[in-house]
Each structure stands twice: as structure tokens, then as C-alpha cells.
């Protein structure tokens, strides 16, 4: 039996509560399959669509009237990670029976522990919420202290950093749960950051990449093998010229050549090779996989996907 950590992407979940609970009965099928070939799956998960929403919506009704609520950015990725985590489960259940299966399904609320000192605070870059005018933009950024940057010329949006992850503050807990066999669906979003004060845990408004969330999730839980699963069936380079060629198999010393050569972008793929090569850098004999949802299985088996090992 392999253990194995999943990261799904979050616009692979849709955009509002009625697409989303659609879209997971599908996105939840090729998980399913590799938990019946016998693997010990934990599944992790994106939010970038559905944090997005939630903040939005209070950040909507609070400009419409001071008297509603406003809803820090912590909050929205908890809120997120419930939302999302009860369509999964809901999904991941029904799926778990109708194949004959006996293990349960639990979402954990996880916090992300991120150092203060990390160099993304002193430069946010992570996009959230709407474009505003100038006006408006520069009301926020008094009221609310906002970071608020022009975007492409369409408007201003508030930028959040996005710190790496140094621990998962549910870890113990998730250990015990997949030991006792269950499916365990956590660090949803990236996790929610937190940085250590003391005893306490204190949230901070920043988006943690759900790639490098579930890898450090992956070398914290020793597993044998990190799968992220996105819109394509293969990592390319050379993309979208005549010279594109899918990768097959590659090693981290060509991932770190190929990073060098700027075959990948920042926003796309280079997170996702750059979270499977420090999951399989951690240890020996770790594989990392990316491939499509619909073809989980296939990569697997070694028929699809782009395997990454030392």
C-alpha cells in the first residue's frame, strides 16, 4: 500500500455552492480509484474561486452598510476550507459506498504555520477580490490599510503576500486519523496562515500556494508519493511554440536546469514543479507526479503524467 498526498485544484470545484456540488461528484471519482487500488490517500485542495467569492460577498455588504460585518482574509480561508471540505466529503462518501468501501471522510479546519520574517510580506503579489477605481482603491488603503496595486489597467485590486509554509499546526491530528485509516481532507486552500506567537496562533491576511502547502503536508506525513492533479496531462516546456514537448520522466537536477531556462511560468506551472521538487528532495525513493484529474489512475500506473524523482 502506497500513501499518497492529492492536491486538487480549486477551479476544478467551480465558482458558486450549486456548480461546486456538481463538479465534485466527477472531481472525486479518479480519488476514489486510487484509494480502490489500495492506496492511503490525504487529499488537499485550492480555494482560489471560492475564497474569492466569500470575501467578496462580505466585503460587498460592508461597503452597502458599516453596520454589516466585515470578514478578515483568515476567516474567508476558514470559511472556504468548511464550505469546500462538506461538498468533498458529501461527495467522497457517496463515491466510497457506492464502490463498496468502508473508510469515513472528515475535513480538517488546518492552520498553516508561516515565518513573520519571510521575505513575501515585505513584497504582497497575490491578487484577491474585485477591481476597483483609483477612488476607491485609495479609500481602502486608508481605511483598511490595504495594499492596492494596478492591475494590467484594469483597476486596482489588493495584493496579500504569499509566505511559504515552515509547519502544519493539525499535523498530530492528521497522523492519527490516516493511521486509523480514515480520509483525511486538510490544508484546503493552502491552509489558513498563521504566525507563532508564544502559545497563540495568530492569522494573518496572505494566500499560502495550495502546491507548497500540500508538499510540505506530504514531507511532514513521510508519505511515498505527492500527486497534483490540474488541467493538464503532462508538464511541457518549450510551451506553446513548435518546439513544445511533454515531459515524461524528469529528475530534480533537470527541473532545476529547465527553472533556470524560464520554462515555466510563475503563475501556472513553476509552483507546481517547484513543490514536487522539495517534497522529493526531502528523501530518497519519493515520487512526485503532475497530471490531469480525469487521468489520477493512469498516472499512477506510470501510463500519463510527468514523474519527478531524484
Given at each position: 500500500?502506497?500513501?499518497?498526498?492529492?492536491?486538487?485544484?480549486?477551479?476544478?470545484?467551480?465558482?458558486?455552492?450549486?456548480?461546486?456540488?456538481?463538479?465534485?461528484?466527477?472531481?472525486?471519482?479518479?480519488?476514489?480509484?486510487?484509494?480502490?487500488?489500495?492506496?492511503?490517500?490525504?487529499l488537499a485542495?485550492?480555494?482560489?474561486?471560492?475564497?474569492?467569492?466569500?470575501?467578496?460577498?462580505?466585503?460587498?455588504?460592508?461597503?452597502?452598510?458599516?453596520?454589516?460585518?466585515?470578514?478578515?482574509?483568515?476567516?474567508?480561508?476558514?470559511?472556504?476550507?468548511?464550505?469546500?471540505?462538506?461538498?468533498?466529503?458529501?461527495?467522497?462518501?457517496?463515491?466510497?459506498?457506492?464502490?463498496?468501501?468502508?473508510?469515513?471522510?472528515?475535513?480538517?479546519?488546518?492552520?498553516?504555520?508561516?515565518?513573520?520574517?519571510?521575505?513575501?510580506?515585505?513584497?504582497?503579489?497575490?491578487?484577491?477580490?474585485?477591481?476597483?477605481?483609483?477612488?476607491?482603491?485609495?479609500e481602502f488603503?486608508?481605511?483598511?490599510?490595504?495594499?492596492?496595486?494596478?492591475?494590467?489597467?484594469?483597476?486596482?485590486?489588493?495584493?496579500?503576500?504569499?509566505?511559504?509554509?515552515?509547519?502544519i499546526v493539525?499535523?498530530?491530528?492528521?497522523?492519527?486519523?490516516?493511521?486509523?485509516?480514515?480520509?483525511?481532507?486538510?490544508?484546503?486552500?493552502?491552509?489558513?496562515?498563521?504566525?507563532?506567537?508564544?502559545?497563540?496562533?495568530?492569522?494573518?491576511?496572505?494566500?499560502?500556494?495550495?502546491?507548497?502547502?500540500?508538499?510540505?503536508?506530504?514531507?511532514?506525513?513521510?508519505?511515498?508519493?505527492?500527486?497534483?492533479?490540474?488541467?493538464?496531462?503532462?508538464?511541457?516546456?518549450?510551451?506553446?511554440?513548435?518546439?513544445?514537448?511533454?515531459?515524461?520522466?524528469?529528475?530534480?537536477?533537470?527541473?532545476?536546469?529547465?527553472?533556470?531556462?524560464?520554462?515555466?511560468?510563475?503563475?501556472?506551472?513553476?509552483?507546481?514543479?517547484?513543490?514536487?521538487?522539495?517534497?522529493?528532495?526531502?528523501?530518497?525513493?519519493?515520487?512526485?507526479?503532475?497530471?490531469?484529474?480525469?487521468?489520477?489512475?493512469?498516472?499512477?500506473?506510470?501510463?500519463?503524467?510527468?514523474?519527478?524523482?531524484?
Open positions: 500500500m502506497r500513501k499518497i498526498v492529492v492536491a486538487l485544484g480549486g477551479n476544478a470545484l467551480g465558482h458558486n455552492s450549486i456548480d461546486q456540488m456538481e463538479k465534485v461528484k466527477h472531481a472525486v471519482k479518479p480519488i476514489i480509484e486510487l484509494v480502490e487500488q489500495g492506496n492511503e490517500v490525504i485542495h485550492g480555494n482560489g474561486p471560492q475564497v474569492g467569492m466569500i470575501n467578496l460577498a462580505f466585503e460587498t455588504s460592508y461597503n452597502v452598510s458599516n453596520n454589516n460585518p466585515d470578514m478578515p482574509f483568515p476567516e474567508c480561508g476558514a470559511m472556504s476550507q468548511g464550505y469546500i471540505g462538506y461538498h468533498l466529503q458529501n461527495a467522497l462518501l457517496t463515491e466510497l459506498k457506492n464502490k463498496g468501501l468502508k473508510q469515513q471522510v472528515a475535513t480538517i479546519i488546518t492552520q498553516v504555520e508561516v515565518d513573520e520574517n519571510d521575505s513575501a510580506f515585505q513584497n504582497p503579489t497575490k491578487p484577491i477580490g474585485k477591481f476597483y477605481d483609483l477612488k476607491t482603491a485609495k488603503a486608508e481605511k483598511k490599510g490595504y495594499i492596492m496595486i494596478e492591475d494590467a489597467s484594469r483597476g486596482y485590486r489588493r495584493v496579500v503576500a504569499s509566505p511559504k509554509p515552515v509547519n493539525e499535523i498530530e491530528i492528521i497522523k492519527s486519523m490516516v493511521k486509523a485509516g480514515h480520509l483525511v481532507v486538510t490544508v484546503g486552500g493552502g491552509g489558513i496562515p498563521v504566525i507563532k506567537k508564544g502559545n497563540e496562533f495568530i492569522g494573518v491576511p496572505a494566500v499560502i500556494d495550495k502546491d507548497f502547502a500540500s508538499a510540505k503536508l506530504a514531507d511532514l506525513l513521510d508519505v511515498d508519493m505527492l500527486v497534483i492533479l490540474t488541467a493538464v496531462n503532462k508538464v511541457k516546456i518549450n510551451f506553446n511554440t513548435p518546439q513544445e514537448k511533454d515531459l515524461d520522466n524528469i529528475t530534480v537536477k533537470e527541473i532545476d536546469e529547465l527553472i533556470l531556462e524560464g520554462h515555466f511560468l510563475k503563475g501556472s506551472m513553476l509552483p507546481k514543479i517547484e513543490a514536487a521538487r522539495m517534497f522529493v528532495s526531502g528523501k530518497k525513493h519519493r515520487t512526485a507526479i503532475i497530471a490531469s484529474l480525469e487521468e489520477a489512475k493512469e498516472a499512477l500506473l506510470g501510463h500519463t503524467g510527468t514523474r519527478i524523482t531524484n
